[in-house]
């Protein structure tokens, strides 16, 4: 579970939670947005691409749940990307492999 070094991230809590769920933590360095550029760039797609139209507020909590995994299937599987040589990343990743 990677983050920013913000501070609900660094929160009791939240390390509990992530110890918890059998996660493994990790944070970005300090000052340093490169490190989250890539996880960034995907949520701003994700927003764009999934949620531009629905109404703030407007969904339940499982809806958004189903949209957001229904969306990384998409996302991963049939979404090709001109940077990945117009493959989607799934394809990409087993050609590279």
Known sequence: MHSDQGSVYTSYAYQN??????LVGSMSRRG???DNAV????????????F????????????VRKR???YILYYNE???????DY???????????
């Open 17 to 22: 939670y992530v110890k918890e769920m059998n």
């Open 32 to 34: 340093n947005c490169w």
């Open 39 to 50: 996880i960034e760039s995907f949520h701003a797609i994700l927003k764009t691409e999934e």
């Open 52 to 63: 531009q139209y629905v109404k703030f507020n407007s969904l339940s909590l499982e809806e």
């Open 68 to 70: 957001v995994n229904e």
């Open 78 to 84: 049939e979404r090709i990307q001109e940077k990945l």
């Open 87 to 97: 493959l989607t990343p799934k394809e990409f990743g087993h050609q590279a492999a």
